[in-house]
């Protein structure tokens, strides 16, 4: 099959794209100028030059394709530009939808997040929950960018599956939760919160053959798979964290009714120095911190046949590569 994929160079899209080069599938690669080096191009994978505001670079890009894998997406819980989540998330996804629908390709793979879900009242997240609220924009942009998916799946035809992992763990992860384990090995981070708060993980490996065997995977056509493997508290996961790399955690957690009042100090200053939140402390962060999220992946461990790694694994290739 040929394959077109956007957000290739991203966190999952190397795993994908790894995954992939090793069968007989050719990709084609939507990728920025400024990322090309990223991805050496080969005889089975071709670098297109485009990005997901440029809906003709997508479409041509995608012409002749069998397939499309989107992952491209910002995942952040702090910009200097909010426009950016509405810019990629809701508005780049709908050129690439639009685009599949124009050239014809036979299946969509759509990674999006559980975290649009929101905070739930049932004790599981699965696929027949309902999302809820939504607590930042990031997940209200991932929210929109789904609902046009499945409008034009609905009314267009378009040949949909979505993906849905939870927090994803594992090597050269350069956003949220990789911050968040680096800064507690380099005893950056002063002190915890919400330690009791519980969230679900996975490796991103396994997010990768998610994607990998939806795609490959015959009559699946309008179906969601929710991936994800543990539910630990953010206590549970930073005695991890430490017990794996030998560094002790700070020894005090951060008070509830000061959470949110230092996030907001934090966050105030980031507006002026448009720099990132001191130890990632937005207000957006704190806010997901605190929700947590409880999401039962045993569906796509049954369809699509995926045997979960420990979160162990992805937590000690998280170290292991960051203290290089």
């Given at each position: 099959?040929?394959?077109?994929?956007t957000g290739?160079?991203?966190?999952i899209?190397?795993q994908?794209v790894?995954?992939l080069?090793?069968?007989d599938?050719?990709l084609f690669?939507?990728?920025?100028?400024?990322s090309?080096?990223?991805?050496p191009?080969?005889?089975?994978?071709?670098?297109?030059?485009?990005?997901?505001g440029?809906?003709?670079?997508i479409?041509?890009g995608?012409r002749g394709?069998?397939w499309?894998i989107?992952?491209a997406?910002?995942?952040?819980?702090?910009?200097?530009d909010n426009?950016?989540f509405?810019?990629i998330?809701?508005?780049?996804t709908r050129?690439?939808?639009?685009a599949a629908?124009e050239?014809?390709v036979?299946?969509?793979i759509?990674v999006s997040?559980?975290?649009?879900y929101?905070?739930?009242?049932?004790?599981?997240i699965t696929?027949?929950s309902?999302?809820g609220?939504?607590f930042?924009?990031y997940?209200?942009s991932?929210?929109?960018?789904?609902?046009?998916?499945w409008?034009?799946y609905k009314?267009?035809?378009?040949p949909i599956?979505v993906?849905y992992?939870?927090?994803?763990?594992?090597?050269g992860?350069?956003?949220?939760?990789g911050r968040?384990?680096?800064?507690?090995i380099h005893?950056?981070?002063?002190?915890?919160a919400?330690?009791?708060s519980?969230?679900?993980?996975v490796h991103?490996n396994?997010?990768?053959?998610?994607?990998?065997?939806?795609a490959e995977?015959p009559g699946n056509i309008g179906?969601?798979y929710f991936?994800?493997n543990?539910r630990?508290s953010m206590?549970e996961?930073?005695?991890?964290v430490?017990e794996?790399?030998?560094?002790p955690l700070?020894k005090?957690?951060?008070?509830?009714f000061l959470a949110f009042?230092t996030?907001?100090?934090?966050t105030?200053?980031?507006?002026?120095?448009?720099?990132?939140?001191?130890?990632g402390?937005s207000?957006e962060?704190i806010r997901?911190?605190k929700?947590?999220?409880?999401?039962?992946g045993?569906?796509?461990e049954?369809?699509?046949g995926i045997?979960?790694?420990?979160?162990?694994?992805?937590?000690?290739?998280?170290?292991?590569?960051?203290?290089g």
């Amino acid at each position: 099959m040929k394959v077109f994929i956007t957000g290739a160079t991203g966190f999952i899209g190397k795993q994908v794209v790894n995954l992939l080069s090793n069968t007989d599938h050719e990709l084609f690669c939507l990728v920025r100028k400024s990322s090309q080096r990223k991805i050496p191009g080969s005889k089975w994978i071709n670098i297109i030059e485009g990005d997901l505001g440029n809906k003709n670079s997508i479409i041509q890009g995608m012409r002749g394709c069998d397939w499309v894998i989107n992952l491209a997406g910002l995942y952040s819980y702090w910009e200097p530009d909010n426009q950016l989540f509405r810019k990629i998330n809701v508005n780049g996804t709908r050129n690439v939808m639009e685009a599949a629908l124009e050239t014809r390709v036979s299946k969509v793979i759509h990674v999006s997040t559980v975290m649009i879900y929101g905070k739930q009242t049932d004790n599981l997240i699965t696929e027949e929950s309902k999302p809820g609220k939504r607590f930042t924009r990031y997940t209200q942009s991932k929210f929109e960018g789904d609902e046009i998916v499945w409008e034009m799946y609905k009314n267009k035809g378009l040949p949909i599956v979505v993906i849905y992992p939870s927090a994803v763990l594992g090597a050269g992860d350069p956003q949220v939760s990789g911050r968040y384990i680096s800064d507690l090995i380099h005893r950056r981070l002063p002190i915890t919160a919400f330690d009791k708060s519980v969230h679900s993980w996975v490796h991103v490996n396994d997010v990768a053959k998610a994607v990998v065997r939806a795609a490959e995977k015959p009559g699946n056509i309008g179906e969601k798979y929710f991936v994800s493997n543990q539910r630990l508290s953010m206590r549970e996961f930073n005695l991890l964290v430490s017990e794996i790399s030998g560094v002790p955690l700070p020894k005090l957690e951060m008070p509830e009714f000061l959470a949110f009042p230092t996030a907001y100090f934090l966050t105030g200053i980031s507006r002026v120095t448009k720099k990132r939140p001191l130890w990632g402390i937005s207000v957006e962060q704190i806010r997901i911190l605190k929700v947590g999220s409880r999401v039962d992946g045993t569906k796509a461990e049954r369809d699509l046949g995926i045997f979960y790694m420990p979160i162990e694994e992805a937590i000690k290739e998280a170290i292991e590569a960051d203290k290089g």
